[in-house]
């Protein structure tokens, strides 16, 4: 099915390791992005890009880097995990101008112990 | 002061009734996005609006860019329409970022 693929969906990790949280989409759309969702606040903007090897920084980029080798693809990496980001984490897409809108992955939920 | 504030917070209803959330913005933007988060995390496009009005099924959200104010009705509200329900804007032109309100809860009653 078309659409935004996320994995993992749930992922506890240990302050201080690494790990890279997927996303792919298949509707060729230009514009992806991640973002973070904390209660008590609206989603935030960790990282975009606006085609394949081109990305920019957000709201909160501080911790997360992220790369866009392919038009397909754009991995959220953590290089060294801390409590500050446990959160659940969404991937979205977009055609160029977001006429059509966004497209969401499912999230996952990251604990970080 | 959050650029996107959304009222209420929390909103309760009986099955059947008319609902209404608002959205206020203080920035310029391009576009404007409403969105469904259901309890299980997903969260869907329900609309994206530059201007006036736009219907689908039981659900209309209108914008007033002059008042920088966005609306979401439902009619005939149902039990499924419980979710939390998520305001955005596209600020400026030629940007992917959004900005989000923090969302209202709606849960509908039998």
């Known amino acids: 099915n078309a659409g935004v693929t996320q994995t993992p969906k749930f992922q506890v990790l240990k302050t201080g390791q690494s790990m890279t949280l997927q996303c792919a989409q298949d509707?060729?759309?230009?514009?992806m992005s991640w973002y973070r969702q904390d209660p008590g606040m609206g989603l935030r903007l960790i990282h975009y890009?606006?085609?394949?090897?081109?990305?920019d920084q957000g709201e909160v980029p501080n911790g997360y880097n992220v790369s866009r080798s392919t038009t397909e693809d754009f991995p959220l990496r953590l290089l060294s995990a801390a409590p500050s980001q446990t959160s659940v984490y969404f991937c979205?897409?977009?055609?160029?101008?977001?006429?059509?809108?966004?497209?969401f992955g499912s999230g996952t939920r990251l604990t970080v112990v | 002061k959050n650029e996107v504030e959304q009222s209420p917070q929390n909103l309760t209803a009986q099955e059947g009734e008319f609902i209404t959330i608002n959205c206020s913005y203080s920035?310029?933007?391009?576009?404007l996005h409403w969105l469904q988060q259901h309890p299980g995390g997903g969260i869907v496009s329900l609309f994206m609006?530059?201007?006036g009005k736009k219907k689908h099924g039981r659900l209309i959200a209108t914008i007033n860019i002059q008042e920088k104010h966005s609306s979401l009705h439902i009619t005939a509200s149902h039990p499924r329409d419980s979710a939390v329900y998520i305001c955005?804007?596209?600020?400026?032109?030629?940007?992917?970022?959004?900005?989000f309100g923090t969302g209202t809860r709606l849960q509908v009653f039998p």
């Open positions: 609006l530059s201007s």
């Open positions: 955005a804007v596209t600020p400026g032109h030629n940007t992917d970022k959004l900005i």
């Open positions: 920035v310029g933007i391009s576009a």
């Open positions: 890009s606006v085609g394949a090897g081109i990305t």
């Open positions: 979205a897409s977009s055609y160029k101008g977001d006429f059509y809108g966004y497209t």
């Open positions: 509707m060729n759309h230009e514009y």
